[in-house]
């Protein structure tokens, strides 16, 4: 009886261990691969007439090199980041859904605006927010600055008035001295206000991944698996086709077919901004860094796992119009492995303290 136990248990580890064998082979091939500079990788699959950029490290804020001349000013923007006074019924700020323990999101399918308003879309993270040309899931903001204004105005929102405000903040006395040492005199304006918000939000970063690891250097920062998910991401999921570059964006806009559920909640996206025909159904391309960190998913923040939504992709709905997408074919195995290498591009926030407010 023992005897055969040890040969049924001897040729268990035959297989197992052919099986290793043979999948650690795959991933030999692809670590010898990537190990090379980025321009010597495999070929992506990515379409004829797409732009795109290689992944690359992740970088840094552009205001980096100017934090100590700036501090004054990154100080009060954080301050009134943070500050629920900002709106009308003195209980919501920024942070209310962007939190920094979040990493900078607020985890909710859509966040809770004036008086328990549910707004119509996600609140997307505002980590390195400073890469994006346009803001807003549908782009109708030209820059932070032009960004900062909308919440703050939304009766949805923060349901408040960027131009009463100023009037607000006057009554606060610790804001003259913030305001004054920001700008040089204790003016409070309505630009002023967005530009310290702006300010402070391009500092806000990612922290390095796995992924940022290896690429410096580190060639066994990456698992097999995490590897293997790399080459599925750039060649047979075809993801680089929208998700390139270190931002891991094309910083573009597309109908992935998400814009519509089967029922009346039909937003049209980029075409509210442009009332161009052929943007019916746009979002922008949100940057996958940190994306397990950040759902739910999604300009609608549907309430799926990341799983759900890569066999979405994995078979398109006819309902996206996007020539980019397209049946993937992607096996159990290559879904498990896509989904680890977005693991490996996802970190824990980096710490941040909260500011003391004004009184």
């Known amino acids: 009886m023992h005897k055969w136990r040890l040969i049924i248990l001897l040729v268990s580890v035959v297989i197992v261990s052919v099986s290793f064998t043979g999948n650690d082979q795959v991933a030999v091939n692809l670590r010898r691969a990537y190990s090379q500079s980025p321009d010597k990788w495999p070929k992506p699959f990515v379409d004829a007439g797409v732009e795109w950029t290689e992944l690359g490290v992740l970088p840094g804020s552009p205001l980096q090199p100017h934090l100590d001349s700036l501090k004054h000013l990154l100080e009060l923007g954080k301050t009134l980041f943070f500050d629920p006074r900002l709106s009308g019924s003195g209980k919501i700020s920024c942070a209310t859904c962007h939190q920094p323990e979040l990493s ?182 949100p940057s996958l860094r940190d994306v397990m960190k950040t759902g739910p998913w999604m300009h609608n923040g549907i309430p799926a796992h990341i799983l759900d939504i890569i066999i979405t992709y994995n078979k398109p709905s006819e309902r996206s119009h996007e020539k980019l997408l397209k049946p993937l074919y992607l096996t159990n195995t290559e879904i498990s492995e896509l989904a680890a290498f977005l693991n490996a591009i996802s970190a824990a926030p980096l710490e941040f303290k909260k500011p003391v407010l004004p009184e």
């Open 104 to 285: 900078w999101t607020d985890g909710k399918e859509r966040s809770f605006g004036h008086e328990g308003t549910i707004n119509k879309r996600n609140a997307p993270t505002i980590q390195n927010s400073w890469f994006y040309k346009k803001l807003f899931w549908d782009g109708r903001a030209k820059d932070l600055e032009d960004q900062a204004f909308a919440p703050i105005n939304s009766e949805s929102e923060m349901h408040s008035d960027m131009r009463e405000l100023p009037r607000n903040l006057r009554g606060i006395k610790g804001y003259a001295a913030l305001f004054d040492s920001a700008y040089g005199d204790p003016g409070i304006y309505p630009d002023r206000i967005a530009g310290a918000i702006a300010a402070f939000e391009r500092t806000i970063i990612s922290r390095k991944t796995k992924f940022d690891n290896f690429l410096e250097g580190k060639k066994k920062a990456l698992n097999n698996d995490e590897l293997k998910g790399l080459h599925v991401f750039r060649t047979k999921a075809r993801c680089m086709n929208c998700h390139n570059g270190p931002m891991f964006s094309d910083n573009q806009f597309h109908n992935n077919g998400f814009h519509k559920n089967g029922n009346a909640d039909n937003d049209r996206g980029l075409y509210n901004v442009t009332h161009r025909d052929e943007d019916m159904g746009k979002f922008k391309t």
